[in-house]
């Protein structure tokens, strides 16, 4: 690795942390956090949060990470705060579409650059705009226009040292005029967006993508957005050799009541925690309502470590040569099934499509909190 690449204080893999709108990510066990050096959080979930404890601490003229440090978050981990912007557009897509309802949610710079200085953050992504495969030359001129003004604001309240630069594009001349402007900038940390629509657009381009960008950044951490599915850990850490990649995934697989075993996701009833033995699978008892905060927290735990556990074993071998389609076709995942085919064009599924279908992990996590409320744990039982 590269001296850049070993300086920085990140793990690979960061979670997404929603300690702004979320109690228990306030309360112990979640708040000691100890599971991973990084974690991420979003200036959307400041503007989405109606919690009383982000206006105390706002108004008391802490930082966020300040505010979570007395409450025991470790001061030595670090905080990457990112704009939310892909969250609030899967949600506009999601849930709300299909209940006909329209959601209009927008930040400016101005509110995400407010939202970071008050967050006393350690890294800074930089506001960054999503080129899909189906934009015409002229949009995705626009949008190269947009990430380099939106670079170019970030680094007047924030040094380029603390700057993570989002890379976009699907072809190698978008893809190198991005990054030649980021490091004209003195951008040392890099990070690849716009995976997740181009995962579902064509994985034989997303390879390729994913590749190309690799070897430009060589000497430089990158990043990677999106982990539509645990099993692609292997692919993005040890087969194209990424640094790290955050995820609302695991947050996600476990709303959804999943246990994880390796990378493969079993419904939590088929699980044995007593074969686990990590922090979390200690506090699980079967007994328990599956649907309470607590029995929810402890299995997110296990997730957590068990991603870590894998993701640590993978970047520690060095880079193969393997496609993303080798991946899925050898994942245990039974949800990967269907993607063992290489898709036809015909078949080829376009963002407005698929759109639909995403649920943000806020949102599958707000319907697990509010189906725990209706019901009463065993345990608390008198």
């Given at each position: 690795m590269g001296s850049v690449r070993n300086k920085m204080k990140l793990s690979h893999l960061i979670p997404k942390n929603h300690f702004c709108s979320f109690l228990l990510f306030r309360q112990e066990p979640l708040i000691n956090w100890t599971y991973t050096k990084a974690v991420l959080f979003t200036a959307y979930d400041i503007y989405r949060s109606t919690d009383f404890w982000l206006d105390e601490t706002?108004?008391?003229?802490?930082?966020?990470?300040?505010?979570?440090?007395?409450?025991?978050?470790?001061?030595?981990?670090?905080?990457?705060?990112?704009?939310?912007?892909?969250?609030?557009?899967?949600?506009?897509?999601?849930?709300?579409?299909?209940?006909?309802?329209?959601?209009?949610?927008?930040?400016?710079?101005?509110?995400?650059?407010?939202?970071?200085?008050?967050?006393?953050?350690?890294?800074?992504?930089?506001?960054?705009?999503?080129?899909?495969?189906?934009?015409?030359?002229?949009?995705?001129?626009?949008?190269?226009?947009?990430?380099?003004?939106?670079?170019?604001?970030?680094?007047?309240?924030?040094?380029?040292?603390?700057?993570?630069?989002?890379?976009?594009?699907?072809?190698?001349?978008?893809?190198?005029?991005?990054?030649?402007?980021?490091?004209?900038?003195?951008?040392?940390?890099?990070?690849?967006?716009?995976?997740?629509?181009?995962?579902?657009?064509?994985?034989?381009?997303?390879?390729?993508?994913?590749?190309?960008?690799?070897?430009?950044?060589?000497?430089?951490w990158l990043h990677i957005f999106g982990l539509p599915r645990v099993s692609l850990l292997q692919y993005y850490l040890h087969d194209i050799g990424i640094d790290s990649v955050d995820t609302s995934s695991l947050l996600y697989i476990t709303a959804r009541r999943r246990y994880l075993i390796g990378s493969k996701g079993v419904q939590v009833r088929e699980a044995v925690f007593k074969d686990c033995g990590c922090e979390g699978c200690k506090n699980l008892d079967p007994k328990k309502s599956t649907r309470s905060s607590d029995f929810f927290v402890n299995l997110y735990l296990h997730n957590i470590l068990a991603a870590v556990k894998l993701g640590d074993n993978f970047a520690s071998h060095p880079p193969g040569q393997s496609r993303i389609d080798t991946k899925i076709e050898n994942s245990q995942d039974p949800e990967t099934a269907q993607q063992k085919q290489k898709p036809k064009s015909s078949d080829i599924v376009q963002t407005n499509n698929i759109s639909i279908k995403w649920m943000t992990a806020e949102e599958s996590l707000a319907i697990t909190m509010r189906d725990g409320e209706k019901e009463t744990p065993p345990d608390s039982q008198n």
């Open positions: 706002i108004n008391s003229g802490s930082t966020l990470k300040e505010g979570l440090v007395e409450l025991g978050f470790p001061r030595g981990n670090t905080l990457v705060a990112d704009t939310g912007v892909f969250e609030m557009e899967a949600k506009k897509a999601g849930i709300a579409r299909n209940l006909g309802i329209e959601v209009d949610i927008e930040l400016t710079n101005k509110q995400i650059f407010e939202a970071y200085e008050l967050s006393g953050a350690d890294y800074f992504v930089a506001p960054d705009e999503i080129i899909l495969p189906q934009d015409s030359q002229t949009e995705i001129i626009i949008k190269i226009g947009k990430i380099k003004d939106n670079l170019l604001e970030l680094l007047e309240v924030v040094p380029a040292s603390k700057v993570i630069a989002v890379i976009q594009g699907h072809s190698e001349e978008v893809i190198s005029d991005i990054y030649d402007f980021h490091r004209e900038q003195g951008i040392s940390c890099f990070a690849m967006g716009g995976v997740i629509p181009l995962y579902f657009h064509s994985k034989d381009l997303l390879d390729s993508v994913l590749k190309y960008v690799r070897d430009l950044t060589k000497k430089h």
